[in-house]
């Protein structure tokens, strides 16, 4: 599971992960993740069953920050970062996550300004599970120039990526090849 929290004498957030036994309910282990103004939002583990990958926002930059772990120690495997066009404040909301059927890629789909006053819109990043390095991102704004993505997921050959979520007041799914 995943979430964020915060301390009470200073009310910064970071990440927590934490992994328990299915046939116990034990905790195995425990895992933070940030500078102190940082939300985790969503969480997916790999077909196999080796990694866990959280997604969130960062106040560093209004990025969104995407960590992998080791489902076995609860280690910290690679940390990245997406932080929109132009490089700027982002006021990013990552909201999904998902792995392709092979484990070999990781989709983060959320919203993000584009900064520079740029009206809100899906953002989705496709990473390699192995390294956290970014091969793609894409965005979508809309017919009503906005965007307020739900989910992502991954077709079952895997050659698919769908996003869903609300344009104005409809519905919008955009496709991509993955």
């Known amino acids: 599971m995943t979430g964020s929290t915060s301390s009470t004498w200073n009310a910064r957030s970071y990440y927590v992960t934490v992994a328990y036994s299915a046939a116990t309910g034990r905790r ?3 895992s933070r993740f940030g500078n102190g103004g940082d939300g985790a939002s969503a969480v997916a583990v790999s077909p196999g069953g ?4 959280v997604t969130g926002f960062s106040d560093n930059g209004g990025d969104y920050a995407t ?3 080791s489902t076995a120690t609860g280690r ?3 940390v990245s970062r997406y932080n929109g066009p ?3 404040f982002e006021a990013a909301a990552p909201q999904s996550v998902a792995v392709s059927p092979d484990g070999a890629t990781v989709y983060v789909t959320g919203t993000g300004s584009g900064g520079g006053g740029a009206l809100a819109g899906y953002a989705t990043v496709a ?14 704004h809309g017919a009503a120039h906005d965007g307020f993505p739900s ?14 979520g609300l344009s104005g007041y409809d519905y919008a799914t955009v496709a991509y090849r993955a």
Do not use: E, M
């Not at 080796?50 to 990958?53: D, G, H, K, P, S």
């Open 28 to 30: 195995l282990w425990v």
């Open 50 to 53: 080796a990694t866990v990958f």
């Open 67 to 69: 960590v992998a772990y």
């Open 76 to 78: 910290q495997l690679w």
């Open 86 to 88: 132009g490089s700027g």
């Open 127 to 140: 990473y390699r599970a192995a390294t956290g390095r970014q091969l793609w991102a894409r965005r979508y």
């Open 151 to 164: 989910s992502v997921a991954v077709s079952p050959a895997g050659t698919t990526v769908f996003v869903t």
